[in-house]
Structures are given as structure tokens and as C-alpha cells.
């Protein structure tokens, strides 16, 4: 079994975008904190960036585990912490502190809903990160590793038209799946081992066989996002793959669907021991 040590080899990993099917990378975290491995690096995308910071930050995958199922797992939870970010005065609401019609402040949502030991900066990771966001008039993917940690995992997870854009360095930014739903290829020269997590899926209803209903209107947004983001992950496979590609069950679970957070664990529990089967060959091949 590999395991960190002198003469282990250095494993990067890039966890990748799906909404709420991304809580299945706390099974990857686990994973490699039972086999006491530190990434050298992280790269996240959407929700990757977010369980990515989380790990870079020094929280354990039974923390994560934890503190997730506390919180959007529990309905009570979250209902108590959504009443938290309504405006509080007529000003606040008039400015759009916490939404904008149709469209939330997902900053907000985050410090609301993310552990307090989160830093407000990337100079506080434990790990280097690299989060992934598009600018939206620059019409290309950025990689963010310095600076407020909270707008950078905002703009990496501003899904278009749920969530609101956000400013990062006088740019508007959302959601990074849009350019680079599982960015790995950020990863190659800092590692032995690149790993790359994807948890897009498949769009919510789809058929199994030939009875096709047509999806709802929030179905076809979502389900054209994850159709968009599977091509540019087999467009890039076709370059270059990473030496690790995990794709965890996760079923017809929608983008939004975090309450349904101990489900997504249950259906996607297989891939801890599928991670460390592919570690332990691709050390052995490397070796």
C-alpha cells in the first residue's frame, strides 16, 4: 500500500465541478488521509475548489464528512443559516446584499455555510491551491492562487443565472466548469501522480432506455451545462490524461440537491477503495 514517506511520489490532485455530486470528493479526502498522503498541489473547479480549499486548509475528510452532514445534510441547519442572509434593513435590500432577483450572493452563502477555520486568504492554505474561474468578458479561464480565498471560491462556483457574478481584481467571474470542469492539467509538472476526480454526471432524467420524457426548464439549463462540460473533459482526455481519473457514482442527483448529502455519500462510497487500488498500481507502474 503506498503511503507518504521519503521515497513516496508526489501526488497533485484536481477536483472537479457537479454542484452538489461533488460532495463525493470527501471519499477521495478520506482516502488520502488514511494513507497519509498530502497533496504537494490542488486545483479545483466550481465545487472542486471548494472541498479543495477545505482540504488545502487542513481539514480532514472525517472533518469535511462532518461538518457537511451538520450542515446542508440537515434541513433545520439550513433553513436556520439561509434566514441568516436575509437583508436586515430596507438599504441592504435595496443594494442587493444578499440577491438580486433570480440570482443569490453566493460569497454570502459560503461564509455562511463553509467552517469558521477557513481562511479569508491563500496565503493561510496549508496546501498550494489553484481555483478556476472564467472571466466572463474576457472570454477565457483563470487560475486564482493568491488573495481572498472567499470571492475566488464564489466566482469558481457561480453557477450562470443562479448565482450572482463575482469581482475578482476588477474582473466579473463565474462559475470555472464552464472552461475547465476538472482541471488536472495544471498539475503535471509539480507531481509524480496527477489525480483527477470528475463528478459531472449525467443530466437529471436521463433515460435508460428508449422512454425520453423532455426535462423541465431548469433540467435542460442544468443538463446542457453537464452535456457542455463532459465535451470539454473528453476533448482534453484526448491531449493528455492524468495519471489517476476517478468518476464517482453519483447517480441522478441534481446540481442543487445538498441536502441529499449523506444519499451522495452512500451511492458514491466505492470510490475510496477504487482510489487507493489506482494508487497502489500507479506506484507499482511508476517503480
Known amino acids: 500500500m503506498i503511503t507518504q514517506g521519503t521515497s513516496a511520489p508526489r501526488v497533485a490532485i484536481?477536483?472537479?465541478?457537479?454542484?452538489?455530486?461533488?460532495?463525493?470528493?470527501?471519499?477521495?479526502?478520506?482516502?488520502?488521509?488514511?494513507?497519509?498522503?498530502?497533496?504537494?498541489?490542488?486545483?479545483?473547479?466550481?465545487?472542486?475548489a471548494i472541498?479543495?480549499?477545505?482540504?488545502?486548509?487542513?481539514?480532514s475528510g472525517a472533518e469535511i464528512r462532518d461538518f457537511t452532514?451538520?450542515?446542508?445534510?440537515?434541513?433545520?441547519?439550513?433553513m436556520n443559516r439561509i434566514w441568516?442572509?436575509?437583508?436586515?434593513?430596507?438599504?441592504?435590500?435595496?443594494?442587493?446584499?444578499?440577491?438580486?432577483?433570480?440570482?443569490?450572493?453566493?460569497?454570502?452563502?459560503l461564509k455562511a455555510f463553509l467552517p469558521e477555520s477557513l481562511p479569508e486568504d491563500f496565503s493561510g492554505l496549508n496546501?498550494?491551491?489553484?481555483?478556476?474561474?472564467?472571466?466572463?468578458?474576457?472570454?477565457?479561464?483563470?487560475?486564482?492562487?493568491?488573495?481572498?480565498?472567499?470571492?475566488a471560491m464564489a466566482a469558481s462556483a457561480a453557477i450562470p443565472a443562479v448565482f450572482m457574478p463575482v469581482m475578482v481584481e476588477g474582473r466579473v467571474m463565474v462559475d470555472g466548469g464552464i472552461y475547465n470542469p476538472v482541471p488536472f492539467d495544471y498539475?503535471?509538472?509539480?507531481?509524480?501522480?496527477?489525480?483527477?476526480?470528475?463528478?459531472?454526471?449525467?443530466?437529471?432524467g436521463a433515460p435508460v432506455g428508449e422512454d425520453q420524457q423532455i426535462p423541465r426548464r431548469i433540467e435542460s439549463l442544468f443538463g446542457a451545462s453537464q452535456l457542455m462540460m463532459q465535451s470539454i473533459i473528453a476533448a482534453k482526455l484526448k491531449i493528455r490524461k492524468p495519471d489517476i481519473l476517478l468518476r464517482p457514482n453519483v447517480g441522478k442527483i441534481a446540481v442543487l440537491d445538498f441536502m441529499k448529502a449523506a444519499d451522495?455519500?452512500?451511492?458514491?462510497?466505492?470510490?475510496k477503495d477504487e482510489l487507493k487500488r489506482s494508487l497502489d498500481a500507479a506506484n507499482t507502474f511508476r517503480a
Open 69 to 78: 452532514l451538520k450542515t446542508v445534510g440537515d434541513p433545520r441547519a439550513v
Open 51 to 59: 472541498m479543495g480549499a477545505g482540504m488545502a486548509a487542513g481539514l
Open 84 to 109: 441568516s442572509l436575509r437583508p436586515t434593513t430596507l438599504q441592504e435590500f435595496v443594494s442587493g446584499g444578499g440577491f438580486r432577483v433570480g440570482q443569490y450572493n453566493l460569497e454570502r452563502i
Open 187 to 204: 498539475l503535471f509538472d509539480d507531481a509524480d501522480i496527477v489525480i483527477g476526480v470528475d463528478v459531472v454526471g449525467a443530466p437529471v
Open 14 to 48: 484536481a477536483f472537479g465541478g457537479g454542484g452538489a455530486r461533488g460532495l463525493a470528493h470527501i471519499h477521495i479526502i478520506e482516502a488520502l488521509d488514511e494513507l497519509g498522503i498530502r497533496p504537494v498541489r490542488i486545483t479545483g473547479s466550481s465545487i472542486g
Open 127 to 151: 496546501i498550494p491551491l489553484g481555483v478556476i474561474a472564467t472571466d466572463y468578458y474576457g472570454e477565457r479561464e483563470v487560475l486564482i492562487e493568491q488573495g481572498a480565498l472567499y470571492p
Open 264 to 271: 451522495i455519500l452512500a451511492m458514491s462510497a466505492d470510490i
